[in-house]
C-alpha cells in the first residue's frame, strides 16, 4: 500500500513570511497529488488538484508543485486567514491523506 | 447554490447502527460521484467509500468492507451512509465529499458536506 508523510507535522510563521509544506509518497503517484486546507471546525477545502493545479477561487499565493514521490505545497505570503491544518492526498488508487501540517503564526 | 448538506448529529451505543444522509442541491445529482471521508477528534482524514448515484454501484475501502453500506434517492438527490456493528473508535465527524470529475472518478473532493459528528458511548 502507498504511504503518505509530510513535513513538517507543525510550523509557526510570520505574517509575509514565504511557508512550505512538503509532501512524500512511498510509491511513484505520478502527479495524482492533492492539497487540502482544514480550518478548526470546518470541513477541509480543495486547494491544489494534480499537484500544481489551483482550484478555483483560491488565492495566488498558494502553489503546489512536483511529481513522482516528491511534492510540494508553498504559500507565498502568509496570511493570518491560512491559519490551519493541511493535508496531501494521493489519488492514483485508493484515496490516502498524509498525517497533516498545522500551520500557525508567530 | 451548490452545496452537500448532511444530516445532524447522532450518539449511539456499542454495537447499533447509524444512518447519515447528505442532500446535494445546485447541480446535476446523477453527474458526479460522492464520497464518505471520517476524521476521529484530534486526528486526521479517513476515506471509507465511494458510491455512483446514477447507478448506485459502490466500492469501499477494505477496513469497513463488513460493516457500511452507502445508497441514495435519486428522487430527493441524497446520499446515505449506514455503519453498523458502532464501537467507541467510530466516534468521529463524517464528511460527504463530491468527486471533481464529471466523467468518472478522480478520487479529488472539490465539494464537501458540513459534517455529522457521530458519537458513540455507552
Known amino acids: 500500500d502507498i504511504q503518505m508523510t509530510q513535513s513538517p507535522s507543525s510550523l509557526s510563521a510570520s505574517v509575509g513570511d514565504r511557508v512550505t509544506i512538503t509532501c512524500q509518497a512511498s510509491e511513484d503517484i505520478s502527479n495524482y497529488l492533492n492539497w487540502y486546507q482544514q480550518k478548526a471546525g470546518k470541513a477541509p477545502k480543495l486547494l491544489i488538484y494534480?499537484?500544481?493545479n489551483l482550484e478555483t477561487g483560491v488565492p495566488s499565493r498558494f502553489s503546489g508543485s512536483g511529481s513522482g514521490t516528491d511534492f510540494t505545497l508553498s504559500i507565498s505570503s502568509l496570511q493570518p486567514e491560512d491559519i490551519a491544518t493541511y493535508y496531501c492526498?494521493?489519488?492514483?488508487?485508493?484515496?490516502?491523506f498524509g498525517p497533516g501540517t498545522k500551520v500557525d503564526i508567530k | 447554490q451548490v452545496q452537500l448538506v448532511q444530516s445532524g448529529a447522532e450518539v449511539k451505543k456499542p454495537g447499533a447502527s447509524v444512518k447519515v444522509s447528505c442532500k446535494a442541491s445546485?447541480?446535476?445529482?446523477?453527474?458526479?460521484?460522492i464520497h464518505w471521508v471520517r476524521q476521529a477528534p484530534g486526528q486526521g482524514l479517513e476515506w471509507m467509500g465511494i458510491i455512483d448515484p446514477s447507478g448506485g454501484s459502490t466500492s469501499y475501502a477494505q477496513r469497513f468492507q463488513a460493516r457500511v453500506t452507502m445508497t441514495r434517492a435519486t428522487s430527493t438527490s441524497t446520499v446515505y451512509m449506514e455503519l453498523s456493528s458502532l464501537r467507541s473508535e467510530d466516534t468521529a465527524v463524517y464528511y460527504c465529499c463530491r468527486d471533481r470529475d464529471l466523467e468518472g472518478v478522480a478520487a479529488t473532493f472539490d465539494m464537501w458536506g458540513q459534517g455529522t459528528m457521530v458519537t458513540v458511548s455507552s
Open positions: 494534480d499537484a500544481s
Open positions: 492526498q494521493q489519488s492514483v488508487n485508493v484515496p490516502l
Open positions: 445546485g447541480y446535476a445529482f446523477t453527474s458526479s460521484f
